[in-house]
Antibody, heavy 122, light 108 residues
C-alpha cells in the first residue's frame, strides 16, 4: 500500500525558508499516472493547494504562492520536496504531501501523508 | 480561480437520519468534483470523485450528485463515526485545485 511521510523542521523563523520532504513508500514516484502535491491547512481552517510535481520535474504552482514556492522531485530517493521562502506567521499550517492520481473519471487525491505542523515564529 | 462555497457551515443530524451537504462552484466544473472527510487530527480521506463515484472502501451510505456548479454529498443514514468536517474539491480548472471551506457535521 502506498504511503507518504512528511519530514522537516516544525519551527521556522520569519523571513526564512520552510523546507519539507515527502518520502513515498510502497510504490514508485515515477508513475506515469501520478502527480505529487503539497497541500496545507492553517489551524482550524480549510485546505490550500500549494503545487505539484511530475516525476519528470514538471511543476504546477498556485499563483498566490508561486513567487515563493519551489517543488522538486528526486526519483532516485522516491522523494519530493517543498521549499517556501520568506515565510510569515500566515504560513503556519499543517503541510500534507499528497498523491494526485489521474484516472479516466478524474483526479483522485487518494493518498495523503499524516501531515506535519510547521509553525513560523521567532 | 474557481471559488467553491459550501453550505451549511455546520449541520446537526440525528443518528440514522439523512445528512445533505451542498457545494457550489463559481463557474462550471463539469463533474470534476470530489468530496473528502476529515476527522480531528487526521488527514482528509477521499470519499467521492467524478461527482458521484465512491472511492475504494467507502460505504454505500455515502453518495454524491450534481454537475456544473451545484453538487450534493448525501449520507443516507448518519452513523456516529461520520462526525467530521467535509470538504469539496474541484479539479476541472487547475492550477490551482480549489477547495470549499468545509461543512462540520455533528450528531444531534
Amino acid at each position: 500500500q502506498l504511503q507518504l511521510q512528511e519530514s522537516g523542521p516544525g519551527l521556522v523563523k520569519p523571513s526564512e525558508t520552510l523546507s519539507l520532504t515527502c518520502t513515498v513508500s510502497g510504490g514508485s514516484i515515477s508513475s506515469n499516472d501520478d502527480y505529487w502535491a503539497w497541500i496545507r491547512q492553517p489551524p482550524g481552517k480549510g485546505l490550500e493547494w500549494i503545487g505539484s510535481v511530475y516525476y519528470s520535474g514538471s511543476t504546477f504552482y498556485n499563483l498566490s504562492l508561486k513567487s515563493r514556492v519551489t517543488i522538486s522531485v528526486d526519483t532516485s530517493k522516491n522523494q519530493f520536496s517543498l521549499n517556501l521562502s520568506s515565510v510569515t506567521a500566515a504560513d503556519t499550517a499543517v503541510y500534507y504531501c499528497v498523491r494526485e492520481s489521474t484516472t479516466p473519471i478524474g483526479i483522485q487525491l487518494e493518498n495523503w501523508g499524516r501531515g506535519t505542523l510547521v509553525t513560523v515564529s521567532s | 480561480e474557481i471559488v467553491m462555497t459550501q453550505s451549511p457551515a455546520t449541520l446537526s443530524v440525528s443518528p440514522g437520519e439523512r445528512a445533505t451537504l451542498s457545494c457550489r462552484a463559481s463557474q462550471s466544473v463539469s463533474r470534476n468534483l470530489a468530496w473528502y472527510q476529515q476527522k480531528p487530527g487526521q488527514a482528509p480521506r477521499l470519499l467521492i470523485y467524478g461527482a458521484s463515484t465512491r472511492a475504494t472502501g467507502i460505504p454505500a451510505r455515502f453518495s454524491g450528485s450534481g454537475s456544473g456548479t451545484e453538487f450534493t454529498l448525501t449520507i443516507s443514514s448518519l452513523q456516529f463515526e461520520d462526525v467530521a468536517v467535509y470538504f469539496c474539491h474541484q479539479y476541472n480548472n487547475w492550477p490551482p485545485h480549489t477547495f470549499g471551506q468545509g461543512t462540520k457535521l455533528e450528531i444531534k
